[in-house]
């Protein structure tokens, strides 16, 4: 199905205003009954859903990295090593803040469309050195052989949710929640969980540069989370871990409220969720405490005004 962020092409993502932008259409389907489940990039889905609807699965995620992709002529360069003043494309906010900060030497324009149409405009036309896209939707259509570069945290921090798919469905749904909560992949829904609920407290989304990493490591939950301003001149980074097994799947609870973040996940225990969805917290109050509701405001304003 389409949606009205795969229609609306001619415009900067964060500019549309429209929170529910490539969910919207599908959300209606599943509320009037026509589907039962919707597959989404799980970057896609606002942190609160609208009433009704709840993630009832997140997939094993990808790679969840940022990409270069570049110009048939500059294939084997970096974008360390791209000649002065090349144009980089990228739709997101986030990438150009990051990539601005780190590369001074490159501009970055924007570039909308589906991989498709954003591969044909930099193949075909002479106006991008190179553009970037999620590493997890090229591998998912076939096309590792176009990955030129693959960006680290210290480049350039991925989105919220980056690389996993989630699944939404209708929250009363008892029957299909229990029929897709065996996809739940116990260790990415704890990293998103804690990522989301980063977003969530911090109240970013489209229209602001944050970006995440995360990682599990013995027992370890670890949780970077960094604000920028829009051209990336301000920021400010920090990590906090937790600690989290992962655990195996269980037989449902009885629970009132299970959603956290707008996932819904029984068959996972309730502590680790809880202990995620702290650490997002926690961290958002961490930035906040240093500023970063000021840096998120001006770009915003700025977004807005322009």
Known sequence: MSTTGDKILDTALSKIGEKSLF??????????????LVVHSLKD?????????????????????????????????????????????????????????KFPHLEFRSI????????RKLDEQQEFSAIILATAG????????RVGQILHPEECMYAVGQGALGVE???KDQDILDLVGVL???????????ERAFLRHL???CSVPVAVHTAMKDGQLYLTGGVWSLDGSDSIQDTMQATIHVPAQHEDGPEDDPQLVGITARNIPRGPQLAAQNLGISLANLLLSKGAKNILDVARQLNDAH
């Open 23 to 36: 969910t919207k259409e599908l959300e209606h389907a599943l509320e009037r009954n026509e589907v039962d």
């Open 45 to 101: 889905l606002p942190t609160v859903l609208p009433p009704g609807f709840t993630i009832g699965a997140i997939c094993k995620r990808e790679n969840p990295h940022d990409a270069v992709v570049f110009h048939p002529k500059f294939v084997g360069k970096t974008l360390e090593t791209l000649p002065e003043k090349s144009v980089v494309g990228t739709s997101s906010l986030r990438r150009a803040a990051q990539l601005q900060r």
């Open 112 to 119: 909308r469309g589906n991989l498709n149409t954003r591969l």
């Open 138 to 145: 090229l591998q998912r259509m076939g096309w590792h052989n």
């Open 169 to 171: 469905v209708r929250a």
């Open 184 to 194: 739940h992949d116990p260790e990415t829904l704890l990293r998103c969980i804690a």
């Open 203 to 205: 109240e970013g989304g």
